[in-house]
């Protein structure tokens, strides 16, 4: 079956580094998406990897190894603002997104 | 910016009621999607289109249908409704076919049926 693995919650201080991980499983793969979605608002796009290997933009970093059926996002120099869930999708063989529950980013001061 | 709205923000209806969800989208995208969202699950999808009077199922259709008529407008139909489709319903649209684009969403809306 298809699959996608991220922890609930996790906890960081404001100015740390944080890392949220993902697994995988799908039938065929083009692609891992990461979304943010603050409380009571839409998802919003954050990155989309589909070779292996680190994307950057900003504070944000995602990480994609394909082998591995493995993802991870980096936030770096964390603010309040980015309290929210972060949710992992991968793309299966007909496009279709497969989504993980997300995982709630607690920043406190 | 690609502007996704869904009708309603709230919306409180009865057992048994037919409910329509309505969303609008600006920017000419092909793909629309209705997800329903849960605590402690991911994004379920229950409809998808690619085109204007074509619908797909997807993992969770059962009790739902959907309109597409205009490119535009995609509608989420609850044709009777029941307690456990009491959900947030989430909007999605996409650019293009066979190729991967991101899905933009619209503010979701918080389906209670009583």
């Known amino acids: 079956g298809q699959n996608i693995d991220q922890p609930t919650e996790m906890t960081a201080t404001e100015g740390a580094i944080v890392q949220i991980n993902c697994t995988y499983q799908t039938s065929g793969f083009n692609g891992l998406f990461w979304y943010q979605q603050h409380a009571g608002e839409a998802p919003t796009f954050l990155s989309y990897?589909?070779l292996d290997g680190l994307e950057e933009k900003g504070r944000f970093s995602s990480f994609l190894s394909r082998s591995k059926g493995y993802s991870y996002l980096l936030l770096k120099e964390l603010q309040m603002k980015d309290s929210a869930s972060y949710l992992c999708a991968a793309s299966d063989s007909n496009y279709q997104l497969i989504w993980g529950a997300g995982t709630k980013l607690i920043i406190k001061p | 910016d690609v502007k996704v709205t869904q009708s309603s923000r709230y919306l409180v209806k009865r057992t048994g009621e037919k409910v329509f969800l309505e969303c609008v989208q600006d920017?000419?995208?092909?793909?629309m999607f209705w997800y329903r969202q849960d605590p402690g699950l991911g994004l379920r999808l229950i409809y998808f289109?690619?085109?204007?009077?074509?619908?797909e199922k997807g993992d969770i259709p059962e009790g739902y249908s959907v309109s597409r008529e205009k490119k535009e407008r995609f509608s989420l139909i609850l044709e009777s409704a029941s307690t456990n489709q009491t959900s947030m319903y989430l909007c999605?649209?996409?650019?293009?076919?066979?190729?991967?684009?991101?899905?933009?969403f619209g503010d979701g809306t918080r389906l209670s049926i009583l």
């Open positions: 999605a649209s996409s650019s293009g076919t066979g190729d991967v684009q991101p899905q933009h």
């Open positions: 289109s690619y085109d204007v009077k074509m619908k």
């Open positions: 990897n589909v």
């Open positions: 920017m000419d995208h092909e793909n």
